[in-house]
């Protein structure tokens, strides 16, 4: 049975950090495409940076040069730095795997940005 829990989220203030992790259970972690994915409130749900299996990362515009993705493939774990935070970063950020022809989500962690 695949598993993804993310965790690290919560309230900072603006200009704040937080530090996203995915860890993953039941799959061949090391093999996938991680993505990190946000929602705000009444919007869609929007892909914010990716990491392939062999490391390349892309992010959306709005996070470049703020926000880092990494992976630790001995702890089947994905992470998102994110680092001088803005309101509008605020939502819910879920991690989406990516391999063998099958996506797998997590259930999302609540990020708050106060201003």
């Known amino acids: 049975q695949v598993r993804l829990v993310e965790s690290g989220g919560g309230l900072v203030q603006a200009g704040g950090s937080l530090r996203l992790s995915c860890a993953s259970s039941?799959?061949?972690?090391?093999?996938?495409?991680v993505a990190w994915y946000r929602q705000a409130p009444g919007q869609q749900r929007d892909v914010v940076a990716s990491i392939t299996r062999l490391g390349i990362t892309w992010y959306a515009d709005s996070v470049q040069g703020r926000f880092t993705i990494s992976r630790d493939n001995a702890k089947n774990t994905g992470y998102l730095q994110m680092n001088s935070l803005k309101s509008e970063d605020t939502g819910v950020y879920y991690c989406?795997?990516?391999?063998?022809?099958?996506?797998?989500w997590g259930q999302g962690t609540q990020v708050t940005v106060s201003s």
């Open positions: 039941g799959l061949f972690f090391s093999g996938t495409t």
């Open positions: 989406k795997t990516s391999g063998g022809g099958r996506d797998y």
